[in-house]
């Protein structure tokens, strides 16, 4: 019996993931081949591959769907499922699966670097020792301490309230906002209370954490008013999605000091940051790596396989997403 066929379009640091792949399906492997290559590529064998390997950044739209005839299923090596068309996946009842609770523990542990390295200004003190500034006893302001101020956490999902675990112990309140309350008993409902909009969760923060999904009522929530909000000592953090921020307010706000600064996992048009971010002395920006642990990713590769023998296996997916 033939392996199925599967369009692989990108590959996973863990070897031993992508080795299981290869022993298992008969893999295409777009990512290997320059991107001016890459539809001959897929037109060579779009006729015979029945299922799809991909990432969240990545993604999958309608009309690389319509050249998949016999597509059955689609797998996603990350959490967010933005840029994956659901909706034409739906309309020929295509599975679609994904990778949640495996990374929470790191995106979380993210988070809490990138408030830290924001609130205590990391990168500005690597540079003031590396420059000599400590021999040449240049004068240094001090930071503010993190106990007794506010997060708010906008998302209260897995990584939303694993936040808000890690930020309790420092001494920290925490409070959240999406449009679904948490039942009561649930994780963290008795020790974060939630607040009745957005903007009045901003208004309320020191912090203001960003972990809700990117989908069209989060398009840009992050807006002039909401910074504005957050206030000239405030800091945004973001680990979840770059379409979440208004990029344009952010540097306006960060530029003028009505926000105090910004510390930030993801982006826009990723892997493209915008010029004025990367200039200005109160951000902290990384390379949207709140998943990328050794551990993590070999966790989230062997998921998005998992799955994706499940279903030539006939078997239950195991973590499908609703179409």
């Not at 797998?75 to 967010?80: A, E, F, I, K």
């Not at 897995?158 to 449009?179: D, E, F, H, N, S």
């Not at 679904?180 to 923060?205: F, N, W, Y």
Request: net charge negative; with cysteine; charged share 15%.
């Amino acid at each position: 019996m033939s392996k199925p066929d599967v369009l692989v379009f990108a590959n996973s640091p863990a070897h031993a993931v992508m080795a299981q792949l290869e022993a298992q399906f008969n893999c295409h492997h777009v990512w290997q081949h320059p991107p001016a290559q890459q539809n001959s590529v897929i037109d060579a064998v779009a006729a015979r591959i029945r299922a799809v390997w991909t990432v969240g950044p990545i993604g999958l739209d309608a009309g690389m769907i319509a050249r998949l005839p016999l597509l059955e299923v689609v797998v996603v090596n990350s959490v967010g499922v933005d840029r994956i068309d659901l909706a034409a996946l739906a309309a020929r009842s295509i599975a679609v699966t994904n990778t949640p609770g495996v990374l929470t523990d790191d995106v979380a542990d993210l988070a809490l670097l990138l408030l830290l390295a924001a609130q205590r200004r990391l990168p500005a003190m690597d540079a003031y020792v590396r420059r000599g500034d400590w021999a040449d006893g240049v004068r240094l302001q001090p930071a503010h301490g993190l106990r007794g101020k506010t997060a708010g956490l906008f998302g209260f999902g897995r990584i939303g309230q694993a936040i808000a675990a890690r930020l309790q112990p420092l001494g920290m309140q925490t409070v959240y906002y999406q449009p679904r309350a948490i039942e009561a008993g649930s994780a963290g409902s008795s020790t974060t209370t939630r607040a009745d909009s957005l903007l009045e969760l901003a208004a309320r923060s020191d912090y203001l954490i960003l972990a809700a999904p990117a989908k069209a009522a989060t398009l840009h929530a992050i807006d002039a008013e909401v910074l504005t909000a957050l206030g000239p000592q405030g800091v945004l953090i973001n680990i979840a999605r770059g379409a979440l921020v208004d990029e344009a307010a952010l540097v306006a706000a960060l530029a003028d000091g009505r926000l105090g600064a910004a510390a930030l996992d993801v982006f826009e048009d990723e892997p493209h940051v915008p010029g004025p971010l990367c200039a200005l002395p109160n951000t902290v920006l990384t390379p949207h790596i709140g998943s990328l642990t050794v551990e993590t990713r070999h966790a989230m590769g062997q998921l998005t396989l998992d799955n994706l023998c499940a279903h030539f296996a006939g078997q239950p997916l195991l973590t499908p997403v609703q179409l």
